[in-house]
């Protein structure tokens, strides 16, 4: 069995998600990745759906540094300070939560907890959790900063790669999303071409 990638740590929580900042700069979880966070009792799984790397600072913005640099492995290198200065966070849409051996598509009886460890999902993870798509209608009705059907064809395309018969699943994902948008056609036809079916 792999070994679960930590990824960020809890630091602003809702019913409907939650923030992690990363403990290294730039290390997000990319776009639709499957993550947990909670303990064996009761995990909570979303969906990362935004990435930032700002300032320490709120209201200080970083300043361009490069202008007599070749690279900008360069600038970090003379200004070291800069990795202490800058955070990397992630935002994530709840969409399941799972308590004891039960794994619910719908959100949970509590927020996730501040500083509680975030984690990548394992290949075997992404299996069991991709065994229903009841998630997809909580993206497609979540109102995020990125498009819905972004959304939902990068987490798809990112669950498809830990399945065997990735075509299989997919097509699967892409009978579900035919029901759930009937009366929305091109909102079907962007998220079928994005996850190429």
């Known amino acids: 069995m792999a070994e679960v990638q930590r990824v960020g740590e809890v630091i602003e929580a809702s019913t409907?998600?939650?923030?992690?900042?990363?403990y290294e700069l730039y290390q997000m979880p990319p776009l639709g990745s499957l993550v947990k966070t909670g303990d064996s009792a009761a995990e909570l799984y979303g969906i990362v759906y935004n990435a930032t790397t700002a300032s320490l600072e709120p209201g200080r913005r970083p300043i361009a540094r490069g202008k007599d640099e070749d690279s900008e492995e360069a600038i970090y290198r003379s200004s070291p300070q800069l990795a202490k200065l800058l955070r990397s966070e992630f935002?994530?849409?709840v969409v399941g939560h799972k308590e004891g051996d039960r794994?619910?598509?719908?959100?949970?009886?509590?927020?996730?907890?501040?500083?509680?460890?975030?984690?990548?999902?394992?290949?075997?993870?992404?299996k069991d959790f991709g065994k229903s798509f009841d998630f997809l209608n909580i993206i497609l009705n979540a109102h995020l900063p990125v498009p819905g059907e972004e959304l939902v064809a990068a987490s798809l395309r990112r669950m498809s790669q830990a399945h065997d018969d990735r075509r299989a699943f997919l097509v699967a994902a892409g009978k579900e999303l035919a029901i759930l948008l009937s009366g929305n056609l091109n909102q079907l036809n962007t998220i079928l071409g994005r996850i190429k079916l």
């Open 103 to 126: 794994l619910y598509q719908h959100l949970p009886p509590q927020p996730a907890r501040i500083h509680g460890f975030v984690y990548q999902c394992s290949p075997d993870e992404l």
């Open 16 to 22: 409907t998600g939650f923030t992690a900042q990363c």
């Open 91 to 93: 935002e994530v849409l």
